[in-house]
């Protein structure tokens, strides 16, 4: 829909106040607004459940390594995924001043 603002700058709703304000846009835009999230989310999640699908087999490794021990930490769960593809270098955070 491109970079559009579609509600004002209303304050916080108290006692019902602010649920009858009429939209800022009309049904078709509404509707439109509908259709993107809904194309949104679910490209979302076809792509999570392909990752998942073409991780299978860590995730698993990982799964049972965590039902036997229950916690792993960072440097070991990194470990265990760099057996199955390249794993990025771990950024250090550096505060801006």
């Known amino acids: 829909m491109g970079p559009l603002s579609l509600e ?31 194309t949104i989310a679910e490209h979302g999640h076809q792509l999570a459940r392909q990752i ?24 070991e769960f990194r470990q265990i995924v760099a057996e199955y593809t390249e794993v990025p270098e771990k950024e250090q955070f550096i505060p801006q001043l």
Do not use: C, K
């Open 8 to 38: 004002g700058q209303g304050g916080e709703v108290f006692l019902g106040g602010g649920f009858m304000n009429r939209a800022e846009y009309s049904e078709e835009s509404a509707s439109r607004i509908d259709h993107q999230i809904r």
């Open 52 to 75: 998942v699908r073409d991780n299978r087999e860590v995730i698993d490794r990982l799964v049972d390594l965590l039902i036997e021990r229950e916690t792993i930490d960072g440097e």
